[in-house]
Each structure stands twice: as C-alpha cells, then as structure tokens.
C-alpha cells in the first residue's frame, strides 16, 4: 500500500517539470482507469494536489499541442470523481471539491457538478437527501451561477434545487443570494430561474424566495425590452401551481403586463414586446386556460389581430400563442365559448396563409395545429365538435385538399409537418373522412414512390396503419390498406414491366 502511495506521490511530484507533464498524467490516467476502487487517500491526494489542477488550465499548458494535458487532466480527475465516495452528510467533501468547483476552466466546473448532481439524484431515488453539515457546498454552487463562461448554469440550478432548501432560511445563505441580485442582467436572470425552480415546489419555498422573484418583477419596469422579455419567459412556471400562480395574481403580474399591450400607443417602444407578451400569456394559458382567456379579453383580441396580417415577423409567436391557448380541452372550449367568430376568421386566415406565406413560415403554421390537434386520451364529443368546425374553415370544407397542396411541395420539412398534420386529424374520425373526400389522397399514401424520403415514406405507413382500423372504408380498401402496413414502410415493389430482349440461338 505504502509502495503504492509512493507511486503517486512521485507522479503528482512530476506534475511540477512541463517536460514531465503529460508523460506523468497519462500514467496517472491509465493506472486509474484500470482500478475498480482505488484507496481513499489516494482519490483524496488526488482531488487536492495543487499542480494537476493546473494542468487543467489551457493558458498553462499553452505548449502542448491541442491542450493534450488538459483533456488528460480532464479525464483524469473524472475518473477521480467517479471513485470518490461522495457523502453529501461529510463535512470533507466541500473541501476535496472546492478546487475543481472554482478552477478557471468551465468544463472542469461542469464534471464536478455533473458528479454532485448524479449522486444527488441518487438520493432522490431512494428518497432520502441527506442534511448538508454547512453551507459550504451551496456557497460554491451559487458561485457558479457567477461564472461569465459556464456551461452549467442548469446543472448548478438542478443542484440547488435539491440541496437549497435544506438551508434557505439561513441568512448567510439569504446574503449569498442577495449578492446574485447585484450583479449584471444575465447573474440576475440565473438566479430568478433559480427561484422560480424553488417557488414552485412549495408556497413556503416560494415565501423563502419572494425576495428574488420581486426583483424579477422589478426589472419590467426595465428599459431593455430583451431582459423584460427573458424575465417573462423566466417567470411563467410560476403558474404550473395555484401558490405560483396566487402569488402573480398578489402582486397583479399578469394585470401590469397586459397593460403595456394597451398601452402601445401612447408607449411606441412596447410593441417591441408584445410578441414575448403573447409568448408569457399564452404559456401560461396551458396551465390556467379560464384565468387568461376568460380574464384578458384585449390580450386575445390583440393575438387575433396578429393573426390576421401577414407580417412573417409576428406570425409565428402569434401562431404558437393560439396553439398554447387551444391544447387543452379547456382552452378549446372557452375559446369557443368566448371568440366562436374570432377562432373561425383565424382558422380561415391559416387556409390563406397556407397560399402566400415561406415554407417555414408555413411549417410552423402546420406545427401548431398539431399542437391544437393532438390529444393523448380520447377526446369528448364537444372537442371533437370544436375541433372539426374549425379545421373546416382552415380547410374550406370537409376535405383535405390544402394539405395535399402542401404535401405536394419541394420542400421535404414541409411535406413532413403537412403528413404530420394528416395524420393528426385522422386520429378523428371526421379528419379521416376528410382524407377519403380528397381525390387522390389515398392513392398517393398507397402509393410506394421510390424518390421520397424514409421519414416521409414511414409517415405515410403510419397514415395508412391509421387507416386499415377505420370503418369509413370498404373491405376491399381495407385489405389494400392492411397490405400495405404488412408490407411495411420502407418496401419497394418488384418492376413487372422489364422489357426483355428476344434470346437468340446460343
């Protein structure tokens, strides 16, 4: 054990001649990678020895082609983390991470988070977290939040949304996180998402934090439209639950922002957020559908509005808003409860745009009726209602023509968002009779054009596999269609008129 302590040791001595360097890492590295569980002291020696963290620092090793001892180190010390029994209950372990969770390169910030975070959620698992000794760990995740280049603001966030709660209430821990609201607007966001990430586990986290998601409010009274924009996308799980969403209602956030719709005339400068004003009410409509299309009128008389012209700046946020506001059942009944006109002029104005607008302006147009369109458990007769009266005013009747239209475009993304929208609509049954009205729909998803794209190829099979189980067609459809699944997606037809050339006399 001794002779093998005295290996490393004189390996980590070696770390301090440049010349030695790499040679000295890739022992190092080798010899871990082989043990299963190296001892200890050794992962320990490791995890604290000064000069291979600075191998980790590109700007150190600026001689050596490629930064070859950086990503040697890199792996090096994963392996360490990897062997290193990590007890968050340890008084140690903020010590034999502090190194890598400060060090100056990102990627070894993110490693030693990536370690935390998996045996954190190990934890979870088996549902015991267990109590940090001090704050510690948490000051030296929070810094990370600081960090101008890091790759891990997610996984820090992840980190603290674990560990945090344990120790919010502390007031060293409520200083730290005071200190994160004075730096620059990007800090500022990362730790609002943070809180947001905490209010919504409970309406005593969200009371621990109330103190930061104010200062999210505060900042749209901002002049810079960009940060009041990621404020509100920012703030919108806040409404995945009642105690979020009670607390917006408190401090009227949803009343303030709707008002700077209202107010674009007299204010020029907020028709530049309107668009991620749309975004926030229409996010937030998947959770509280009732409180934004019964309660913000002039919020959809505004999307309405957007919906009608033509301007390809606008269209696809307005198109994602309306989507938002129509996937849930809830949504779809209000909005036909409230807007029946409104709902169909739009729905009629999407068949137009399916004629005028780009082909990506257009895909995303398709991609939100699907978002409308899709469901995961059967829908009630009422949906189902809704929902065939308004494809009809997209579609111009009870056909499916305008999507063939743009089936039959160069564009491959395009004919795969107008299958895509197909096959949506045949989950229903009136969208399958839709498909069987339109003259050669079926015989082009029966058809097996060698040219087309496997993707678009296997989203025709599904069409047709939709098809085979439908009543709306005859037996004898039904067996061409059931061949044709059987057959499967990617089959290519035998040529039966090979011409062959008369054999002469041998």
Same mark, same amino acid.
């Given at each position: 054990?001794?002779?093998?302590?005295?290996?490393?040791?004189?390996?980590?001595?070696?770390?301090?001649?440049k010349?030695?360097?790499?040679d000295a890492?890739?022992?190092?590295?080798?010899?871990?990678?082989?043990?299963?569980a190296?001892?200890r002291q050794?992962?320990?020696?490791l995890?604290?020895?000064?000069?291979?963290?600075?191998?980790?620092?590109?700007a150190?090793d600026?001689?050596?082609?490629?930064d070859?001892?950086?990503d040697?180190?890199?792996e090096l010390?994963?392996?360490?983390?990897d062997?290193l029994?990590m007890?968050?209950?340890?008084?140690?372990?903020?010590?034999?991470?502090?190194?890598?969770?400060?060090?100056s390169?990102?990627?070894l910030?993110?490693?030693?988070?990536a370690?935390?975070?998996k045996?954190?959620?190990?934890?979870?698992?088996?549902?015991?977290?267990?109590?940090?000794?001090?704050?510690?760990l948490?000051?030296?995740?929070l810094?990370?939040?600081k960090?101008?280049?890091?790759?891990?603001?997610?996984?820090?966030?992840n980190?603290?949304?674990?560990?945090?709660?344990?120790?919010?209430?502390?007031?060293?821990?409520?200083?730290?996180?005071?200190?994160?609201?004075?730096?620059?607007?990007?800090?500022?966001c990362?730790?609002?998402e943070?809180?947001?990430?905490?209010?919504?586990?409970?309406?005593?986290?969200?009371?621990?934090?109330?103190?930061?998601?104010?200062?999210?409010?505060?900042?749209?009274?901002?002049d810079d439209?960009?940060l009041?924009?990621?404020?509100?996308?920012?703030?919108?799980?806040?409404?995945?639950?009642?105690?979020?969403?009670s607390?917006?209602?408190?401090?009227?956030?949803?009343?303030?922002?709707?008002?700077?719709?209202?107010?674009?005339?007299?204010?020029?400068?907020?028709?530049?957020?309107?668009?991620?004003?749309?975004?926030?009410?229409?996010?937030?409509?998947?959770?509280?559908?009732?409180?934004?299309i019964? $309660?913000?009128?002039?919020m959809?008389?505004?999307?309405?509005?957007?919906?009608q012209?033509?301007?390809?700046?606008?269209?696809?946020?307005?198109?994602?808003?309306?989507?938002?506001?129509?996937?849930?059942?809830?949504g779809?009944?209000l909005?036909?409860?409230?807007?029946?006109?409104?709902?169909?002029?739009?729905?009629?104005k !999407?068949?137009s745009?399916?004629?005028?607008l780009?082909?990506?302006?257009?895909?995303?147009?398709?991609?939100?009726?699907?978002?409308?369109?899709?469901?995961?458990?059967?829908?009630?007769?009422?949906i189902?209602?809704?929902?065939?009266n308004?494809?009809?005013c997209?579609?111009g009747?009870?056909?499916?023509?305008?999507?063939?239209?743009?089936?039959?475009?160069?564009?491959?993304?395009?004919?795969?968002?107008?299958?895509?929208?197909?096959?949506?609509?045949?989950? !229903?049954?009136?969208?399958?009779v839709?498909?069987k009205?339109?003259? $050669?729909?079926?015989?082009?998803l029966?058809?097996?054009?060698?040219d087309l794209?496997?993707?678009?190829?296997?989203m025709?099979?599904q069409i047709?596999?939709?098809?085979?189980?439908?009543?709306?067609?005859s037996?004898?459809?039904?067996?061409r269609?059931?061949a044709?699944?059987n057959?499967?997606? !990617?089959?290519?037809?035998?040529?039966?008129?090979?011409?062959?050339?008369?054999?002469?006399?041998?």
């Amino acid at each position: 054990m001794e002779m093998e302590d005295n290996w490393w040791v004189t390996k980590l001595k070696a770390l301090e001649s440049k010349p030695q360097r790499l040679d000295a890492l890739t022992a190092m590295n080798s010899a871990i990678a082989k043990e299963a569980a190296l001892p200890r002291q050794i992962i320990e020696r490791l995890l604290t020895t000064d000069q291979l963290y600075d191998c980790a620092n590109p700007a150190a090793d600026s001689h050596v082609p490629k930064d070859q001892a950086v990503d040697v180190t890199l792996e090096l010390l994963c392996h360490c983390l990897d062997q290193l029994a990590m007890d968050t209950a340890d008084e140690q372990l903020s010590s034999l991470l502090r190194r890598g969770l400060t060090h100056s390169n990102p990627a070894l910030r993110a490693q030693v988070l990536a370690s935390l975070f998996k045996k954190l959620l190990r934890q979870l698992t088996v549902g015991q977290v267990l109590t940090l000794p001090n704050n510690e760990l948490i000051f030296l995740i929070l810094d990370e939040l600081k960090q101008p280049d890091t790759q891990s603001t997610s996984l820090a966030i992840n980190i603290l949304s674990i560990v945090l709660p344990q120790r919010i209430s502390n007031a060293d821990v409520q200083a730290k996180l005071v200190q994160l609201l004075k730096q620059n607007e990007i800090v500022r966001c990362r730790a609002y998402e943070l809180a947001v990430v905490l209010a919504k586990k409970s309406a005593t986290l969200l009371s621990d934090v109330t103190f930061i998601l104010d200062a999210a409010l505060s900042e749209l009274d901002n002049d810079d439209v960009l940060l009041q924009a990621s404020v509100m996308e920012l703030l919108v799980p806040l409404a995945e639950q009642n105690h979020g969403l009670s607390y917006m209602e408190r401090r009227r956030v949803l009343d303030i922002i709707s008002y700077r719709v209202q107010r674009v005339e007299e204010h020029p400068l907020d028709a530049l957020l309107v668009p991620s004003i749309m975004k926030f009410f229409g996010k937030i409509s998947v959770y509280q559908p009732l409180k934004i299309i019964g $309660g913000y009128p002039h919020m959809l008389a505004c999307l309405f509005m957007q919906l009608q012209s033509e301007d390809e700046s606008i269209l696809p946020t307005a198109m994602d808003t309306l989507a938002n506001l129509a996937t849930t059942p809830q949504g779809k009944i209000l909005l036909n409860m409230h807007f029946s006109g409104a709902m169909e002029k739009s729905f009629k104005k !999407y068949g137009s745009h399916t004629k005028k607008l780009s082909a990506h302006i257009k895909k995303r147009l398709l991609n939100s009726l699907d978002v409308i369109y899709d469901f995961k458990t059967p829908p009630a007769t009422e949906i189902i209602n809704i929902g065939k009266n308004w494809y009809e005013c997209f579609a111009g009747g009870a056909h499916a023509n305008i999507i063939m239209d743009l089936i039959n475009t160069p564009f491959p993304d395009l004919q795969m968002a107008a299958l895509s929208f197909l096959k949506t609509i045949c989950k !229903y049954n009136w969208g399958i009779v839709a498909l069987k009205n339109t003259g $050669g729909a079926v015989e082009f998803l029966l058809s097996r054009q060698k040219d087309l794209h496997r993707d678009i190829k296997y989203m025709k099979w599904q069409i047709m596999e939709i098809l085979s189980a439908s009543a709306e067609f005859s037996p004898t459809e039904t067996i061409r269609f059931t061949a044709y699944v059987n057959e499967g997606p !990617y089959h290519v037809q035998a040529d039966l008129d090979v011409a062959t050339e008369p054999q002469g006399n041998a």
